[in-house]
């Protein structure tokens, strides 16, 4: 699956310095985006930002994981599974 494909029905929200694809209904207003912040892996990314160093310049999108049983996948709720976070370098920086 491309990056465009994966892509259909996302939009991306910023959480700190990281950029975090979320799905477009999830986010579609003020009061949906922000039930979507709350959700508790976002204090995770928040976290991994810090430690990662963000540089102007450098974008960081984070990977997120969800358990396949987790509502967020199957579009029916926000997640209540303990997913596994990774932030990566997506432009403008070198991997260290
Ligand atoms: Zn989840």
């Known amino acids: ?9 996302m939009r991306t929200v910023m959480v ?8 477009a209904e999830a986010v ?4 949906a985006l922000d039930r979507y912040m709350a959700q508790p892996y976002m204090e995770r990314i928040r976290a991994l ?3 990662a160093r963000a540089k ?6 984070a990977d997120v994981r969800h358990d396949a049983w987790c509502p967020v996948l199957a ?16 432009s403008g920086g070198e991997r260290k």
């Open 75 to 90: 579009g029916t709720g926000l997640c209540t599974c303990n997913p596994d976070v990774a932030l990566r370098v997506v």
């Open 49 to 51: 930002s810090k430690g």
């Open 1 to 9: 699956m491309s990056n465009r494909e994966a892509s259909k029905g």
């Open 56 to 61: 102007p310049g450098v974008l960081l999108q």
């Open 16 to 23: 700190g310095d990281v950029m975090l694809l979320a799905p």
């Open 28 to 31: 579609e207003d003020a009061a």
